[in-house]
């Protein structure tokens, strides 16, 4: 079928396109096991429910802070750090580590603050800050916040469904905070959430309860990694859904990255990439672009962005321009290919050696088209 060969086309073009403008070295082979890159201003976040204020038997969460997201995902972590190998190398294999980077990559590159400019929600100096600052604030008027909550909230909620925080909630009630603003588009208890997003709100609530049960048998990472992206997808497509507003707030180079970044998401969960602590460091810090992109950016001439960042802003474009032209064919094409463990391990490794060994990951390519011709699914 000619629409499958888009797929390999693409991958082909980033490579080509990056070993031609220059060798990657230096930062590039840093030894990723040794530098835990822990998300900004983790160990501000707070550790445990504990953490939070608490009056008249209740917990406060503001979600519409930095650090109060954040603590929801280190709860989660804590939580779940045995079952998904937590406490080994420091715990960072856990697979939930992806989603607080993505947070803290958010919070450093300003893609939370307020985009409409009227309020000085999520601006200010990220070095010195006072009490007034409002850098932690996480507005509803950005896409990338909006987008989030669900990538926060309604994990934590279902956590906490699965009788995760049972020690420290101790008959306490749990209340968070809806935003000034668009407040009908989010759901902020357990039942609320599973009226509201049935599917997505299922599949994490299958996702905690493996995570439960393993725990006293032997916890598979690819199950595991299953189960976490299916709850991943669905809850970026609910969000999807809600948010053009927002996102008409963005710059056009902005807007199709954030679109290139959902169809990009779509293309890990295929392969099952383990979103640990590693992977996703290495992924994001060399990938993903370490400001907001503006009217006039025109990749892979940006000035200030590294080659990298600007062959994949540039290859995620081509990415949503020869998807579109083929009627979305590509993305469903390499879902349809990673349809075995063996070619995903094949998906996960091209996408490792993506920026460090671009014609090792050519190889892997071939490999690929080769596993898929001799062997189909
Ligand atoms: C404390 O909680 C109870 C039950 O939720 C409520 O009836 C009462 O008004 C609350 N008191 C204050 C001071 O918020
Ligand atoms: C907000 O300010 C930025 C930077 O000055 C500008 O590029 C953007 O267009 C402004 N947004 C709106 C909605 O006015
Ligand atoms: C933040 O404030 C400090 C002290 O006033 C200053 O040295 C630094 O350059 C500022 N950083 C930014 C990004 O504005
Ligand atoms: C935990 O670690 C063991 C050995 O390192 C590995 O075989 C297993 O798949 C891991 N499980 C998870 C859920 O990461
Ligand atoms: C391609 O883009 C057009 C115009 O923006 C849009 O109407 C159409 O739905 C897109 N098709 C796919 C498959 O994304």
Same mark, same amino acid.
């Given at each position: 079928?000619?629409?499958?060969?888009?797929?390999?086309?693409?991958? @082909?073009?980033?490579? &080509?396109?990056? #070993?031609?403008?220059?060798?990657?070295?230096?930062?590039?082979? %840093?030894?990723?096991?040794?530098?835990?890159?822990?998300?900004?201003?983790?160990?501000?976040?707070?550790?445990?429910?504990?953490?939070?204020?608490?009056?008249?038997?209740?917990?406060?969460?503001?979600?519409?802070?930095?650090?109060?997201?954040?603590?929801?995902?280190?709860?989660?972590?804590?939580?779940?750090?045995?079952?998904?190998?937590?406490?080994?190398?420091?715990?960072?294999?856990?697979?939930?580590?992806?989603?607080? @980077?993505?947070?803290?990559?958010?919070?450093?590159?300003?893609? @939370?603050?307020?985009?409409?400019?009227? &309020?000085?929600?999520?601006?200010?100096?990220? &070095?010195?800050?006072?009490?007034?600052?409002?850098?932690?604030?996480?507005?509803?008027?950005?896409w990338w916040a909006s987008m989030n909550y669900y990538l926060s909230v309604l994990p934590?909620?279902?956590?906490?469904? /699965?009788?995760?925080?049972?020690?420290?909630?101790?008959?306490?009630?749990?209340?968070?905070?809806?935003?000034?603003?668009?407040?009908?588009?989010?759901?902020?208890?357990?039942?609320?959430?599973?009226?509201?997003?049935?599917?997505?709100?299922?599949s994490l609530s299958d996702f905690f309860s493996y995570l439960k049960k393993c725990s006293? &048998?032997?916890?598979?990472?690819?199950?595991?990694?299953?189960?976490?992206?299916?709850?991943?997808?669905?809850?970026?497509?609910?969000?999807?859904?809600?948010?053009?507003?927002?996102?008409?707030?963005?710059?056009?180079?902005?807007?199709?990255?954030?679109?290139?970044?959902?169809?990009?998401?779509?293309?890990?969960?295929?392969?099952?990439?383990?979103?640990?602590?590693?992977?996703?460091?290495?992924?994001?810090?060399?990938?993903?672009?370490?400001?907001?992109?503006?009217?006039?950016?025109? /990749?892979?001439?940006?000035?200030?962005?590294?080659?990298?960042?600007?062959?994949? @802003?540039?290859?995620?474009?081509?990415?949503?321009?020869?998807?579109?032209?083929?009627?979305? #064919?590509?993305?469903?094409?390499?879902?349809?290919?990673?349809?075995?463990?063996?070619?995903?391990? *094949?998906?996960?490794?091209?996408?490792?050696d993506l920026f460090q060994s671009p014609l090792s990951a050519a190889n892997d390519i071939?490999?690929?088209?080769? %596993?898929? *011709?001799?062997?189909?699914?």
């Open positions: 079928m000619k629409s499958k060969l888009f797929i390999f086309w693409i991958p @082909l073009t980033c490579l &080509t396109g990056i #070993s031609l403008i220059q060798p990657i070295h230096s930062k590039d082979d %840093t030894d990723w096991k040794n530098v835990p890159q822990f998300p900004r201003y983790w160990e501000k976040a707070p550790a445990s429910l504990a953490e939070y204020p608490k009056n008249n038997n209740t917990v406060y969460i503001n979600p519409w802070n930095y650090l109060d997201r954040q603590g929801m995902y280190k709860s989660i972590i804590e939580a779940t750090g045995k079952q998904l190998n937590g406490t080994e190398l420091g715990g960072n294999l856990n697979l939930i580590w992806g989603l607080p @980077l993505q947070h803290g990559w958010q919070f450093e590159t300003g893609r @939370l603050r307020d985009f409409t400019n009227r &309020t000085l929600c999520g601006f200010g100096n990220d &070095t010195h800050f006072d009490e007034k600052s409002e850098i932690f604030c996480v507005s509803p008027k950005s934590f909620l279902a956590a906490m469904d /699965a009788g995760y925080f049972k020690d420290e909630i101790k008959g306490l009630k749990v209340e968070l905070k809806p935003p000034n603003f668009n407040a009908d588009k989010f759901c902020y208890e357990i039942k609320d959430c599973k009226n509201k997003e049935i599917k997505s709100m299922k006293q &048998t032997k916890c598979e990472t690819d199950i595991a990694a299953e189960k976490l992206w299916k709850a991943h997808v669905e809850l970026i497509d609910a969000g999807t859904k809600l948010f053009d507003d927002e996102l008409s707030l963005l710059s056009s180079a902005e807007q199709r990255f954030g679109k290139g970044w959902v169809k990009t998401v779509s293309m890990l969960a295929a392969i099952r990439f383990r979103t640990n602590m590693i992977q996703t460091s290495k992924f994001q810090e060399l990938g993903l672009p370490k400001r907001i992109l503006w009217e006039t950016d025109a /990749a892979p001439n940006i000035q200030d962005l590294s080659q990298t960042e600007n062959m994949c @802003l540039y290859v995620l474009d081509l990415l949503l321009y020869w998807d579109n032209l083929s009627g979305g #064919s590509i993305v469903s094409t390499w879902n349809a290919v990673m349809c075995s463990e063996a070619t995903r391990k *094949i998906g996960r490794t091209i996408m490792t071939m490999s690929l088209l080769w %596993t898929r *011709i001799t062997r189909g699914c």
